[in-house]
């Protein structure tokens, strides 16, 4: 008879393809603003470790006692102050305020900060919370101005146009150099994936038996099979290359 294959079963929503969501610390986004609030403080009362996130999470407490998730900056401690701002530093008068504005650590919008300097969690679209750059040690820059757009440069060496009110936190997210350590054993990098919920460890399809994958059966695959398949092949041929344009070394 057969039975379904991997490729088909890890569309069945199986207990290892779900989250963990009750070991999640909370959401980490940036707080709205109140009605007429532009700007305020806050202070990191303890670093946790956040299971399923390669940084660590800040637990805050904001001007008003009320507390909530930040994601830190590399070099912050217990005990630090940042501010969160959606003014225009520009419209300021005082130097010395203007500069104590742009830290490592604060939460400003994209206009206020110059050419090359270094932000990460990074909104797509204004108080939305932080979308981009948000990985252990990440950072990204500013490159370019026009208009209401700036243009930033992200580690993968995408660049990307977002509106110049866009909050972003000035430095690079903490936890930099954690890939740099090697896993050692399986069993380590058995919990490393159980909390990120993958499915681990991934066979390859060409050491497989020929009724488990398409690539499978022989000494490698068949050079009949073709490795690129179409975005709508059925569930159990959809494996290879997803709808590839090309494939191979680029000379």
């Not at 407490?61 to 225009?88: A, C, I, M, S, W």
């Not at 939460?107 to 252990?136: C, H, M, T, W, Y």
């Not at 709508?232 to 590839?244: D, F, L, M, T, Y």
Request: hydrophobic residues 30%; contains cysteine.
């Amino acid at each position: 008879m057969g039975k379904r294959i991997l490729v088909q079963r890890k569309g069945q929503g199986h207990i290892w393809a779900r989250s963990p969501s009750h070991r999640h610390v909370g959401s980490v986004k940036y707080r709205p603003f109140k009605e007429g609030e532009d700007s305020f403080s806050f202070k990191i009362i303890d670093l946790i470790h956040s299971p399923g996130r390669g940084a660590p999470v800040a637990k805050v407490q904001y001007h008003d006692n009320t507390k909530g998730l930040y994601l830190p900056p590399e070099g912050v401690y217990v005990g630090d102050t940042f501010v969160q701002t959606r003014l225009d530093i520009n419209q300021l008068e005082d130097m010395d305020e203007k500069k104590d504005m742009i830290t490592v650590g604060n939460i400003v919008p994209l206009k206020n900060l110059a050419l090359g300097s270094l932000i990460f969690n990074i909104e797509n679209n204004p108080q939305d919370g932080g979308k981009f750059a948000r990985s252990s040690g990440i950072a990204a820059r500013i490159t370019e101005k026009s208009g209401n757009k700036v243009r930033v440069l992200f580690s993968s060496k995408k660049r990307k146009w977002v509106n110049e009110n866009c909050l972003c936190t000035i430095g690079a997210v903490a936890g930099g150099g954690r890939t740099d350590k090697p896993f050692l054993k399986a069993g380590n990098k058995y919990y490393y994936v159980r909390s990120k919920a993958k499915k681990w460890p991934v066979v390859r399809g060409v050491a497989m038996n020929a009724c488990s994958h398409p690539f499978g059966g022989g000494a490698h695959k068949s050079p009949h099979r073709p490795a690129s398949t179409a975005r709508n092949a059925p569930p159990g041929r959809k494996v290879g290359q997803i709808a590839s344009r090309r494939t191979g070394h680029r000379n």
